[in-house]
């Protein structure tokens, strides 16, 4: 399988051939507004080129191979009252597809329930999908190291925060919860969606890490609706595994389409108090909070089979959309610069 660095080479190659050179003598906000600049170009002028504002998506097909598109869409920065243009270029390539996009939506975002502490920026990404992505146990463990899935629409997932119990933190806040600097061993992670603020996440359950890369932490809010195809939802990504993602809606072995439910159920009682421990009723705040029960209908990664198709779904309580990998996630989800999260 040709690497990651040689794909990422090639992109730029054949994108960015007029000014390649000179990138390497420009600060990086030079090189990546060059970069987005070269993708828009490309996008638009390709011949089959999809406006996908605000789109809802058809396919239910769990291959990359079927996805492969040029898109673009226009978009709007609510609170800053700033356009934007999103540009998403999805490729075949050997053993799978490349997804190259600027970090925009296909959609508005940023309103007036969102709390952004960084504007969003334009962020050239390349993400690699596995086109065969097989189950392997035991399955892979998240990690704050790694982007979790890309969305079609070019932007991608990150499930995991780096907030959480830390009274003795300077950072702490009034229930003893610091917003960055843990790790995904911690005890007491905080899950972004089970906190009152949602880490100043907007309507579709985004926001932005200090370089201004937009990223969803669960449910999207955007292509797909609650009136699914015969079938069911869409696919609306893919996982770093190669695993496609489904919307919320699957048919079941009684031929009804409903929504795929979590497997997973809040622990009964309270939490532990202690120095080191929250205390309170477990309310979902925290990842702790939840236990794997195994009554739902997908398994504990968020996934399950339907019609020979392993995927994972979003569903409307925790883990969102997924909470472990089944097959192998590829490097390009790796992240190239670490900074402070949230």
Sequence with gaps: ????????????????????????????????????KALAKQVAESLDVIDRRDAILRSRSGSCFDHVSASRADARDIQRDRSFLSSVLIQAEAGGCSVVSNNIP???????????????????????????PTIKDPPTALTQRMFDAVMLNGVPLDILSAGCYRPNDRRADGD???????????????????TTHKFGADAHNAHTQPDG????????????????GPDGSPVIGFAADGFPIFGSYFKDETGTVRKAISSY??????????????????????????VFAGTGDLDACNGMIVDGQYGYYVTDSYPWILACLRGTPDPSFFKQRRSQRR
């Design 106 to 132: 296909n959609h508005d975002f940023n309103d007036e329930s969102a709390d952004f502490r960084h504007p969003v920026s334009e962020i050239l990404q390349t993400f690699f999908i596995p086109g065969h």
């Design 1 to 36: 399988m040709i690497s990651f660095r040689k794909r990422l080479l090639g992109f730029v190659t054949m994108f960015l051939s007029g000014i390649s050179m000179a990138i390497g003598s420009v600060s990086d906000g030079t090189a990546q507004e060059a970069s987005t």
């Design 265 to 290: 159920k809040l622990r009964s009682g309270q939490r532990p108090s202690s120095a080191s421990d929250p205390g309170g009723t477990f309310n979902g705040m925290y990842i702790d909070d939840w």
């Design 213 to 228: 890369m937009y990223h969803y932490h669960g449910d999207p809010m955007a292509l797909f609706d609650d009136e699914p």
């Design 176 to 194: 003893g919860n610091v917003a960055v600097g843990c790790s995904a061993d911690d005890k007491w992670l905080l899950d972004p969606l089970g």
